[in-house]
């Protein structure tokens, strides 16, 4: 989350998905307020155990980021990909 909140990007640790405790409302909330996820590549693996199939349904799984690539071009290689 520091890494992406120094680029100004909204973040969310494993604990705060954790609190979101596979709840529906609450992961579709999340899937309407933003147009793209990203996720570390560790954490992307646990994303269906955290939050249960919601962002799937919704289109919206998060697209895996390295450690090592640079996150403003990994966000801006994601705005071109939604707009299509």
Not at 24 to 50: E, H, N, V
Not at 52 to 73: C, R, V
């Amino acid at each position: 989350p520091r890494r992406a909140k120094h680029h100004g990007i909204d973040a969310m640790s494993t604990e705060d998905l954790k609190k979101l405790n596979k709840n529906k409302k609450l992961i579709k909330k999340l899937a309407r307020k933003y147009d793209a996820f990203l996720a570390s590549d560790g954490l992307i693996k646990q994303i269906p155990r955290l939050l249960g199939p919601g962002l799937s349904k919704a289109g919206k799984f998060p697209t895996p980021i390295s450690h090592a690539e640079d996150m403003a071009n990994k966000v801006t290689d994601v705005k071109k990909w939604e707009k299509g």
